[in-house]
């Protein structure tokens, strides 16, 4: 019994164990091997899919047509301008509410809230991003959109905001805007998680530094605490984005989807994720059909690239402030 | 430089996996015989899922149907991953021939309704072809417009935005209420068109029969269309459609089947079967925005020919009589010459 216990560590294991080890070793990395290779495979596969089912569609209507603004399953018109417009716009909205948003909460967890607090908020926001998005939407179709129609819209068009075309017109309970709240609610989980992340692992001498040298609570976080997290905030945000690029079932609900380029933000449009979706399963024709992989094949090119841009920005920030 | 190298390689053989897995994928999916295997339609789905039990009683063929849309239903029978596919819409020409030796047969038929949201309106509102077109394009947009107002007589129509609500989902329900619009209104024809999925110029989309029921739940003054079983099923208020008789017709049974009297006593080929828009002889009681729907089958079926040709028929015939109760009216006699001849037609083949 003791014998086992106080082992001299530094004496010679016996042949087997040692081998036992190396097996164990050899298991253990070919397993790792396996895993990274199959995600690079898959990667690689799924993107060859896309594009050989697209295929059809790349040579029909070549690169012209990314800025097309027609689709039309009848005269078999098909252009990707309407989707990419609703895309963008929805997720640049999130995107432009979320972010201040995001990095509020994270300040009030990490700041401002006693711990007693802190905790169980933290835990509620991060459940916001368990609801399953087709929930989500259906909340949008049932309950959120009518909000939107009735009391959200009016009372922006009330306001000196209502000049702006973008928010003209009729209000209606699903459009582009009440897509884009959606979206808004799905990535501020994702993106105020991250920020308080960061905001925690601010070294606290930093901070204690700037207020000793007199800085207020406010200028201390703008000017330390921001500038030591502005990569991750970065990458936060451009994560944020790319989930709602890629987002198809709660945006395929509230949006409305009409194939039209809207002049206002509260009336219909479609999405790229959306489209997919809803015509893929129902497409009639091998022109439509490779013409929704052609959509498909935008939205990764667009989705990797968003992924690409937030990893070199962070490379570029770290960079810079090693330099300092 | 090594890395690069690697992941280059990597690459490389995903794609060469990937040709590879392309040419394999056809051999999948097909079972033993004595069960088939479908798939199309959602539309017909309530009657197919009473046919599936009632079929195995009755001829010892299990049958697995799954409802993903008219659009896969000949995408996959044209691939053959699939015995039978179904669909609300007859192929085109173009997928007919795509589908190299496929026979599309009537097995279905069901009235379109058009229900709507109109709080404090208790007295069905009455609409008729031209009116719906209207509103559709976008011509109508309120519903004390005058030309509503005139086939209302007597009802206070509020002042209230319609909200044309469609489906967003490739649809046999679009197929169907477009092919109807499209007969009434030449406008209607050459701006938006007959499709499972079309550009409607107003109004906003949902998906599934679920959806726009949703829609229109949630939205006072809304418009939609999804078929009479569903309409009936969820108790919504649904429009009475003025007919070429001038009588003003529900989608019930009776309803849809005297919409057929003008079919040919001989029905010979599927174009004919064209029953929206009953002409006036048909009747006040004639409704005139119905559909079949149809069963597409390889003509070469290999060793699941004689399970085909036994549950088409059984489904065309006995399979008939489980309709009703789900607002599907049973297939009318005339089309009986031409089924029996199409479903011979399903052999073993070479």
Known sequence: MTSTAYENPAAPESDLRRRGIRLGDLLFRGIAVAAALAATVLLGWIAFKVFDLAWPAIQDFGLSFVWTDAWDPVTNEFGALIFIYGTVVTSMIALLIATPLSIAIALFLTEIAPRKLAAPIATMVELLAAIPSVVLGLWGIIVFGPWVRDHLEPWIQDTPLGWLPQFSGEPSASGIFTAALVLTIMIIPITSAICRELFIRVPKDLTDGALALGSTRWESIRGVMFAYAAPGIVAAVLLGLGRAFGEAIAVNQTIGNRNAIPSSWFEPGDSLGSKIASEYVGATSLEQASSILYLAAILMVISLATNLVAQFIVVRFERARRAV | ?350
């Open chain 2, 1 to 350: 430089m090594k890395r690069i190298l690697a992941v280059s390689l990597v690459v490389l053989a995903a794609v060469a996996l990937a040709a590879f897995a392309g040419r394999t994928q056809s051999a999948s999916a097909k079972p033993t015989a004595g069960s088939l295997v479908g798939t199309g339609a959602t539309f017909p789905f309530p009657l197919i899922s009473k046919w599936i039990p009632a079929a195995d009683n009755a001829l010892g063929i299990k049958i697995t149907y799954s409802a993903t849309g008219s659009g896969a239903g000949i995408a996959q029978i044209t691939a053959r991953t699939v015995d039978f596919g179904a669909s609300d819409a007859p192929l085109s020409p173009d997928q007919l021939a795509a589908c190299k030796g496929c026979v599309v047969i009537p097995w279905a038929l069901a009235g379109m309704s058009v229900p709507y949201n109109l709080p404090g309106v208790s007295k069905r509102v009455i609409l008729n072809g031209p009116v719906l077109a209207n509103i559709f394009l976008g011509n109508i947009t309120n519903w004390n417009a005058a030309a509503i107002r005139a086939l209302n007589p007597g009802v206070n129509l509020p002042d209230t935005k319609i909200t044309v609500v469609y489906r967003s989902d490739g649809s046999g329900s679009t197929y169907a209420f477009t092919n109807y619009l499209a007969t009434i209104s030449p406008q209607f024809k050459s701006k938006v068109g007959v499709n499972t999925s079309v550009n409607f110029p107003t109004g906003t989309g949902a998906r599934g029969s679920a959806g726009v029921a949703g829609v229109v739940k949630s939205t006072e003054g809304a418009l939609t269309y999804v078929d009479a079983a569903y309409s009936i099923a969820n108790k919504f208020q649904f429009a009475l459609i003025k007919n070429r008789a001038g009588g003003n017709a529900t989608p019930g049974v009776r309803g849809v089947q005297a919409a057929l009297c003008d079919l040919p006593a001989k029905v010979t080929a599927l174009p004919q079967l064209k029953i929206v828009d009953p002409p006036a002889k048909c009747g006040k009681r004639a409704y005139p925005i119905s559909t079949f729907t149809y069963v597409v089958v390889p003509t070469s079926s290999g060793d699941k020919a004689a399970d085909l040709r036994k549950f088409v028929y059984w489904a065309v015939t006995a399979g008939q009589k489980f309709g009703p109760p789900l607002f599907f009216v049973p297939l009318p006699k005339s089309v009986n010459g031409f089924n029996y001849r199409e479903i011979k037609k399903i052999q073993a083949g070479s």
